[in-house]
């Protein structure tokens, strides 16, 4: 008798966040709320508010949960494969979401709507990861691809490779796009020469540079909003096309 009336307590907190989704959306939600009810899934008749907290815990926040390798959620007791899986399809639903929505829509007005389109999957990556978007005259989404994993540093993200791609997908406008795992979103020595670097090989193809946006955690840096994007044409436009002048 006890087991099932601790049963049919649960069954009725899983009734009430069902209920509480129903009404309100995700808005009311905490998010060990949101783990929990995702959690619910794959664990029926279960609790599983103490998983939900623990894995908050290790992975620091919900985009952290969802963005999690399958592997390391199930290191977490009580989390098995099936759920584990769960949060992971949410996770790459949500990105396919965004990119689904961003398509054939002038999206890319702003730094902010950058950010909101990408930070999802990108502020909780333990790994530099650079992304060039692809888009054509009226700023709308050709492609977005990952060019680069790890540090700017280490390695260099060639100019060229990236032209030639846009060329392919006869892009008239580029947007850049990497995180700094760090959480902090200012601009490194490195990302100001790799920018310039980029903006003035897009300008010898008369490809037009809108903006590189740095992803940190819940905040972002923008070069275009710093004014560096067109300093950095002006540059080009003083260095090479000054030598063209009779």
Known sequence: MEKEDWQNRGEGHRQRLRDK?????????SDEEVVEFLLTLGTP??????QAREVLKKFGSLSGVLSAPISKLTEISGIGAKNALYLNLVHHVAGRYLR???KNKNFFG?????????FHSMRDL????????????????????DVFLGSLTGSAVYPREIMTQALEYK????????????????????????????????QL?????????????NTYYSFADDGLIQTFIKQYQQTFQGDLTP
């Open 21 to 29: 989704f129903a009404e309100g959306g995700l808005d009311r939600f």
């Open 45 to 50: 008749r279960k609790d599983v508010k103490l």
């Open 100 to 102: 689904d929505g961003a």
């Open 110 to 118: 702003s730094s902010k709507a950058v950010f909101d389109y990408l």
């Open 126 to 145: 333990k790994r530099e990861v650079f992304r060039v978007l692809y888009l054509n005259r009226k700023n709308e989404l050709i492609a977005d691809q």
């Open 171 to 202: 892009a008239a406008a580029l947007v850049f796009v990497h995180n700094h795992p760090s959480g902090d979103p200012s601009a490194s020595a490195e990302d100001r020469k790799l920018t310039r670097d980029l903006v003035w090989a897009s």
């Open 205 to 217: 193809l008369m490809i037009q540079v809108l903006d590189h946006v740095i992803i940190g955690h």
